[in-house]
């Protein structure tokens, strides 16, 4: 529900930034759930009361019973997704402890991060997400590699999908899935299925599971599961690949557990997602001459930013508002990889529409990352590039030059303002705000309608969640 207020506090997942808006600003946000008062006892009762399942504890036991050198993988996310991993929230040891309790030795155990096409992450940073329990164990961790040339093949799709995958997870004698289920601007959902696919597949295999066709699709956005071809084309790949058990969670906006979802990949997953749905969604009444968001903990690169940048569509008025994004990138590579920037530029210079007439064309051959270019060009369908505006730390000249839309920065000089004393992400990002709404009330005469969308990219607006009922 939307509220007044003049000065606003926005997550950013590593830090928060406090910016003051113009009065009269409506605040956005999501319902917020209450955190599990047991975090650890509510993870133990999902385990061994799942959905739709036997116990990870009978199934384990069945396993080492038909073989005691019975092999595990436990599937985790990368540092892109806060999922819960250690700490008094951490779901990853119940896991792992209840696979050593019934007998599958530690030799034969492996954690595998799913990475998709993300690249590895580094030693630092797994000790860093990961429960300390797994390197003191002597627990092998293992980087998923989408380029590696020991992928087997699984399947071909009933969309033509040719599926390598990861070869470790294809061995194994037990798969068990973690995960977060958030919202996810392609997919309906994050979580689930998605830890297979895209999450230890090859990149080849991503082409027609983010290829241009399924991504058009109106189906393909948030909280749409019901029809939606990247969330069936995903399921399709995960059951073939086989799953016996999986741990997904919710969150609320304090990164505080709201549920724990184990069991069937199918129904503990869809029990998820409508649970997410019931706090996510925010209504509007209205759309805005300036929408302000942030790219949240997902927002490391420009990669990631754009699952804001896709919700904010609908809180836009029209092709002459403008929308301020926020973010702070902490990747070794702010805007992503080479191959990101490349169809990125492709879009800054052929503009949105001209941009999708070329990945649509016969001689057209798929950049992998083109999807996240695809959902950019979505917003510029909406938004006139010239009024995206975004604020973020850390761009080289040559980042400045790739990027839709102008920096806070450029934009803020091009209307004449002195940018000399401006020395942080919020000065800038403020300043930005306060010359956007002075521009709009020059052009229209009166007051913008401003809408500051607190959650970034984990509120979605105007949407309701549409998947089967588990």
């Known amino acids: 529900m939307p509220h007044t207020a003049s000065e606003v506090t926005l997550d950013l997942g590593r830090s928060k930034v406090t910016i003051a808006v113009p009065p009269g600003a409506d605040v956005l946000s999501m319902t917020e759930p209450g955190p599990l008062a047991d975090p650890q006892s509510a993870i133990h009762r999902a385990l061994n009361n799942p959905i739709g399942s036997e ?43 209840t696979l050593l309790d019934h007998g599958v030795k530690t030799t034969n155990l492996v954690v595998l991060v799913a990475t998709g096409t993300h690249r590895a992450l580094c030693t630092r940073e797994l000790m860093e997400m990961l429960d300390q329990r797994i390197f003191e164990n002597g627990i092998r961790v293992v980087n998923h590699d989408c380029r590696a040339d020991d992928l087997v093949y699984l399947c071909t799709t009933s969309r033509g999908s040719c599926v390598y995958i990861n070869r470790l997870y294809m061995k194994a004698d037990l798969k068990i899935l973690t995960g977060l289920v958030e919202s996810h601007f392609m997919a309906g959902v994050s979580g689930g299925r998605k830890s297979v696919c895209p999450g230890l597949i090859s990149e080849s295999s991503t082409y027609v599971f983010h290829g241009a066709e399924l991504l058009e ?44 979802f184990a069991g069937d990949l199918r129904r503990a997953h ?24 942030h790219a949240g903990f997902v927002g490391v690169n420009h ?34 990889s080479a191959k990101y920037r490349t169809v990125l530029h492709l879009l800054k210079l052929l503009g949105a529409e001209r941009f999708i007439k070329l990945i649509f064309s016969e001689d057209w051959a798929f950049i992998p990352e083109q999807w996240q270019v695809q959902m950019w060009a979505k917003v510029f369908k909406k938004l006139d590039m010239r009024h995206f505006i975004y604020a973020a730390a850390g761009l080289s000249a040559d980042d400045e030059c790739v990027i839709p839309g102008v920096t806070a920065l450029e934009y803020l000089r091009e209307r004449g303002c002195d940018t000399q004393s401006l020395c942080s992400l919020p000065e ?43």
């Open 55 to 97: 116990p990870l504890s009978v199934i384990v036991r069945r396993a080492v019973a038909a073989n005691p050198d019975a092999t595990a993988v436990v599937v985790v996310s990368d540092n892109t997704r806060p999922v819960p991993y250690s700490g008094e929230q951490g779901i990853l040891w119940p896991v792992v402890s």
């Open 303 to 336: 990669y990631q930013a754009a699952k804001a940048a896709v919700v904010a569509i609908p809180a836009l008025a029209d092709a002459c508002s403008r929308l301020i994004m926020i973010a702070d990138h902490t990747d070794p590579a702010p805007l992503g």
């Open 428 to 470: 800038v990002a403020q300043a930005a705000i306060w010359a956007a709404a002075d521009e709009l009330r020059s052009l229209k005469g009166c007051e913008p309608s401003i809408a500051v969308l607190k959650d970034g990219p984990y509120g979605i607006v105007g949407e309701r969640c549409t998947c089967q009922r588990a």
């Open 270 to 293: 869809e029990s998820a997602a409508l649970h997410l749905s019931r706090y996510v969604s925010i209504p509007i009444e209205r759309q805005y001459d300036l929408v302000v968001t």
């Open 217 to 260: 699709s109106p189906n393909a956005r948030d909280l749409v599961l019901e029809g939606n071809p990247v969330h069936e084309e995903s399921l399709e790949v995960a059951e073939a690949a086989g799953v016996d058990f999986i741990v997904n969670v919710t969150l609320n906006s304090r990164m505080e557990l709201t549920g724990v």
